[in-house]
């Protein structure tokens, strides 16, 4: 599933192409969404939260679009072939007259009034990527972790009610560079600021590299450390990669990890 950094880029693209532009053409394939007007609207801009995306009209409405696992939005000069949007996974189409967004195998879209947002969003924790995320944001993360016991940090990284935008991804990267076992209980980590924080930290610099990355390099097979490289070494000690599950199915995920590097903490 698309993470926190993925959609900050989508929105900047987004904004890009559409933003304070008059629409065309607005075609919503969706059955709760099908009959909405948005020919004549103003786009405001489009801005994320955690792995959602909001984008704002000028009549007080906003259009809600969340990726899920393989939605993804793209731009398309408004006549080219790519802007026809004919595909049969096409959910939204926006176009004004330059540039036509492409939403596709969008998994979730609704769309309400612009003060209504917090109905769909607002049971989701800080979104870490926010300006104030360092300052709030962080103190009501804390917060949120402190009633969860002894959970094990990777499944409450992964709880969108405690900081929206981070996925498997940034899970696995963030605790191998803090040197944590994924299944350290949470009443035992010192410092859980710097683990929220650096996973920001990670998710900034993919949202301003040429291409997504938790490394900093953007060349192919090197834009994570432990995620997606299970049983490869282990790019700081040569250790296999291993890879557990966060959660119980059906709702499990995969967690990447060092042995070595992260080593296992009693419980």
Not at 86 to 103: M, N, S, Y
Not at 137 to 156: C, N, T
């Amino acid at each position: 599933m698309p993470e926190g950094d993925i959609l900050r880029r989508t929105a900047v693209r987004l904004d890009q192409g559409i933003a304070g532009r008059v629409l065309t053409r607005a075609e919503l394939r969706w059955p709760t969404a099908a009959e909405v007007v948005l020919v004549g609207r103003t786009v405001l801009g489009t801005v994320s939260y955690g792995k959602h995306l909001l984008t704002r009209f000028d009549d007080g409405r906003t259009l809600h679009t969340h990726l899920r696992m393989e939605g993804s939005w793209a731009l398309a000069r408004t006549g080219a072939p790519a802007a026809a949007a004919r595909g049969p996974f096409v959910r939204v189409v926006l176009g004004e007259q330059t540039w036509t967004a492409v939403g596709t195998r969008i998994g979730m879209l609704d769309v309400v009034a612009t003060r209504d947002e917090h109905d769909l969003i607002g049971h989701l924790g800080p979104d870490l990527l926010a300006p104030d995320f360092p300052t709030s944001g962080l103190a009501e993360a804390l917060a949120r972790i402190a009633v969860r016991g002894g959970a094990p940090i990777a499944e409450v990284l992964l709880d969108q009610r405690v900081a929206a935008g981070i996925g498997t991804i940034y899970t696995a990267e963030s605790l191998f560079a803090r040197r944590l076992w994924p299944w350290t209980p949470v009443d035992r980590i010192d410092d859980l600021g710097a683990i929220l924080l650096t996973a920001r930290a990670l998710m900034a610099r993919s949202v301003e590299a040429r291409s997504p990355t938790a490394t900093g390099d953007t060349t192919p097979g090197r834009t994570t450390m432990v995620h997606g490289r299970g049983r490869a070494p282990c790019r700081r000690c040569g250790t296999r990669i291993r890879v557990g599950r966060a959660f119980q199915p059906p709702v499990d995920r995969p967690v990447y990890y060092c042995p070595t590097c992260q080593p296992r903490v009693a419980r």
